[in-house]
């Protein structure tokens, strides 16, 4: 009731099997050997290429990357100039417009105009400020108070002494 082996079954092409057993391995020929270790070595070829172009492509996102990272920094230190010298120019209006001394212009502080004007205000205001503080009327000998001038009192004082 088995067919023996090598047997055609039916709907299925003749084919003969290996000693293993395995119906996929049969022998090709010497052309069909020839086209199977061309096949594989075109396919370990181009998996080689597809390595390679990978890499290279890696290697060229990589430089992209870091000339986008480059652009960006480039850009990042132009706004900070760009800050740095709108501030500046705000700075030396007020500075103008205020009277502040050229000298003094580098005590001028904050980020916006009102805030460097208010600066500006004070240091306008120590600068007009009285050179030498105000006479404490509280302190020293009040009006009238006084015997006169220093030969007053020294002559006062040799009277007193040698009775005179």
Do not use: C, W, Y
């Amino acid at each position: 009731m088995s067919e023996p082996t090598g047997a055609p079954i039916e709907g299925q092409p003749n084919v003969e099997q290996n000693p293993q057993g395995d119906p996929g391995d049969t022998p090709l020929g010497p052309n069909g050997e020839k086209a199977l270790k061309a096949e594989r070595e075109a396919r370990a070829a181009a998996e080689k290429a597809a390595a390679d172009f990978k890499a290279r492509l890696d290697e060229i996102e990589k430089a992209n990357l870091s000339e986008l990272e480059k652009a960006q920094r480039e850009a990042q230190e132009a706004h900070n100039q760009l800050a740095e010298i709108t501030r500046q120019s705000t700075v030396n209006k007020v500075a103008l417009a205020k009277g502040v001394p050229a000298d003094l212009v580098e005590f001028l502080t904050g980020d916006t105009e009102e805030a460097i004007a208010a600066k500006a205000d004070l240091l306008v205001a120590r600068l007009n400020a009285p050179k030498t503080p105000k006479p404490d009327p509280s302190q020293g000998a009040g009006p009238g108070e006084g015997k006169g001038s220093a030969a007053d009192a020294f002559a006062d004082f040799f009277t007193s002494k040698l009775g005179g």
